[in-house]
């Protein structure tokens, strides 16, 4: 499963910016689909996650109330909605497929559980 990710930039604290991730993948409506962020000399974290219908979703409470995660399954999109934007939310921002389960926060939130990935885009803040 090849995934595209797009739409990061440049913005200032207080913005917002939408992400997107696509694939030509057939199969895209079987994965629940998430978005991990790393921030220079930081180690990849957990940002949002949705699940495979759109149904269900959840978040690292860093971004609650400020992000949204939504899928376009006939589409085979994935966004990332960011509002009200922080320094501190700067980070190369990827998308991930997984077929696992994603109930158990030990799942969702963690890398390895996720079997595609795609190739990052950058986000910055500047305050």
């Known amino acids: 499963v090849q995934l595209q990710a797009y739409g990061g930039g440049l913005v200032q604290a207080g913005g917002y910016l939408r992400l997107s991730c696509a694939t030509a993948e057939r199969t895209f409506s079987s994965y629940a689909m998430a978005w991990f962020r790393q921030a220079p000399g930081k180690e990849r974290e957990f940002v949002a996650v949705?699940?495979?219908?759109?149904?269900?979703?959840f978040y690292a409470g860093s971004v609650k109330g400020r992000f949204t995660i939504s899928r376009d399954n006939a589409k085979n999109t994935v966004n990332l909605q960011m509002n009200s934007l922080k320094s501190e939310d700067t980070a190369v921002y990827s998308c991930?497929?997984?077929?696992?389960?994603?109930?158990?926060?030990?799942?969702?939130?963690?890398?390895?559980?996720?079997?595609?990935w795609g190739q990052g885009t950058l986000v910055t803040v500047s305050s």
């Open positions: 949705i699940s495979a219908s759109g149904g269900t979703t």
């Open positions: 991930a497929a997984t077929t696992r389960s994603i109930l158990v926060l030990s799942v969702r939130s963690r890398p390895k559980n996720y079997e595609h």
